[in-house]
């Protein structure tokens, strides 16, 4: 990848970071997948865990349908994960929380997301996580910046 003007050292930083985020989205699945669920299952789960999830808000948050949302809600009903039931205040909606097994799985996911943590991340030296936070930080700003002026 040769652009105009555009040397060596730019263009070795966006392969790195091409390759770092693969590295963490294939991470994700492994770590989804080792407790039965995709990456989307997970999320809701998550966000289930949390007592105030709402799948519209889910679903505007991931850009996602509300029919995609009520699917992922299904297989996580039938894995036996959450239950529903009618709000007391609103008839209209359903409140999810997670059951006991529901609890388990994610106390396992936050289990295995910790111990990836700790193996990768903790012997790190702190002047070089100093130093990746601050790029990184500036990074998205450039980044959120020009997505803005493209708008």
């Given at each position: 990848?040769?652009?105009?003007?555009?040397?060596?050292?730019?263009?070795?930083?966006?392969?790195?970071?091409?390759?770092?985020?693969?590295?963490?989205?294939?991470?994700?699945?492994q770590?989804?997948?080792?407790?039965g669920?995709t990456?989307?299952?997970?999320?809701?789960?998550?966000?289930?865990?949390?007592?105030?999830?709402?799948?519209?808000?889910?679903?505007?948050?991931?850009?996602?349908?509300?029919?995609?949302?009520?699917?992922?809600?299904?297989?996580?009903?039938?894995?036996?994960?959450?239950?529903?039931?009618?709000?007391?205040?609103?008839?209209?909606?359903?409140?999810?929380?997670?059951?006991?097994?529901?609890?388990?799985?994610?106390?396992?996911?936050?289990?295995?997301?910790?111990?990836?943590?700790?193996?990768?991340?903790?012997?790190?030296?702190?002047?070089?996580?100093?130093?990746?936070?601050?790029?990184?930080?500036?990074?998205?700003?450039?980044?959120?910046?020009?997505?803005?002026?493209?708008?």
């Amino acid at each position: 990848m040769k652009e105009k003007g555009i040397g060596p050292p730019v263009i070795t930083a966006i392969e790195s970071l091409q390759r770092l985020t693969e590295l963490f989205t294939q991470r994700r699945e492994q770590l989804a997948r080792g407790a039965g669920l995709t990456v989307a299952q997970w999320e809701a789960l998550e966000q289930i865990s949390d007592e105030h999830f709402m799948p519209s808000l889910f679903a505007r948050e991931r850009q996602s349908t509300p029919a995609a949302v009520s699917k992922i809600l299904r297989q996580l009903l039938d894995k036996g994960l959450v239950r529903s039931r009618i709000s007391r205040t609103d008839g209209r909606q359903r409140r999810y929380r997670l059951t006991a097994k529901g609890e388990r799985t994610m106390a396992a996911l936050r289990e295995a997301r910790q111990r990836a943590i700790e193996a990768i991340w903790l012997d790190l030296r702190p002047q070089s996580l100093d130093a990746f936070t601050r790029f990184a930080d500036e990074l998205i700003t450039r980044l959120e910046s020009y997505a803005g002026q493209r708008e």
